[in-house]
């Protein structure tokens, strides 16, 4: 486990927000009473709630908690950089006393205080998405983001005719999903297409705007570039955004997304991205409560539980196995 200053002020902040047990973000976390009553109680915290992914999940948690009969609260802050609010949030999850906690870390490290205090009150802590840089998680329901990244550079390639410049817009270098949805993207070029390039890489947060202005700045600056990977909704969705302002047509930019949401899908439809990486988080939804609820039981889930990733386009946008993952 990593030590430092960011983790000491995390620290701090979570010592502060014990005091702050009302603490509530974006989400509709109803008050969490834990199994005073009897009834299981899960309190989900997620990494955010401007993306449509993360309805896709909430949707998910619920339909299997209404399965199993019990209940869930579904939190997060308004923007996937809120790393301060994220772990106020948890700690006030942890306060309220839930059965089980489920977690998606925006900061892996800065959340090693509070899943000590969740150890410390007895409360399983299950993750979704990205995970903790802690021993105490039971378990995980997540993509293979690495694999995911990986089949989005063979798809890029493929594109492209298998040379040329390629650049990306990621959300994060600091959490799990945007690391390795990355990393599988420029391992798979570098080891399988000695004739792409990959030209810049940069960082959006996810935000729509900060990435068409990105996505922008890299068209300038490399008149030869041939195709942008985004590394999910926000940033595919910028770079979508970006190609549109400078007037570019749909066979001078080839564009590979990530995740799904309605811009993705008009924007594949009307051909300006040629296609997208698609999760699960329906799945991703029931599968931490489905976990969480085992480990109450007594039961010991998988230790990672792969959810699943698909390549959608134009041609397969409405079969049957695709568009039952696609969320809008």
Known sequence: MKTGKKVTLFAAVAALSLSLAGCSGAGDAAEAGGSDDGEITIALVSKGFQHQFWQAVKQGAEQRAEELGVTVTFDGPAAETEIDGQLQMLQAAIDKKPDAIGFAALDPEACIPLYEN????????????????????????????????????????????????????????????????????????????????????????????????????????????????????????????????????????????????????????????????????????????QAAYDIINGDTPEEVIDTGYFWYDAANIEDEEIAAVLYK
């Open 118 to 289: 969740a150890e410390a009150a007895g409360i399983p802590v299950v993750e979704f998405d990205a995970g903790c840089s802690s021993d105490y998680g039971q378990a995980i329901a997540k993509t293979d983001s690495l694999g995911a990244g990986a089949l989005a550079a063979d798809r890029m390639a493929e594109l492209i005719g298998g040379e040329g410049e390629v650049a990306i817009v990621g959300h994060s270098q600091i959490n799990s999903t945007g690391v390795e949805r990355r990393d599988g993207f420029i391992d798979r070029i570098e080891s399988e297409y000695p004739d792409i390039e990959i030209v810049d890489t940069q960082y959006g947060d996810g935000d729509h705007l900060k990435s068409a202005d990105i996505a922008k700045t890299m068209i300038q600056a490399h008149p030869d570039l041939k195709g942008i990977y985004g590394t999910n909704e926000g940033s595919a969705i910028g770079v979508v955004n970006a190609v549109g302002e400078l007037g570019l047509g749909e066979d001078e930019l080839t564009i590979v997304g990530f995740d799904s949401g309605q811009a993705q899908l008009d924007a594949i439809s009307d051909g300006t991205m040629a296609g997208a990486i698609t999760q699960n988080p329906i799945g991703i939804g029931e599968e931490v409560v």
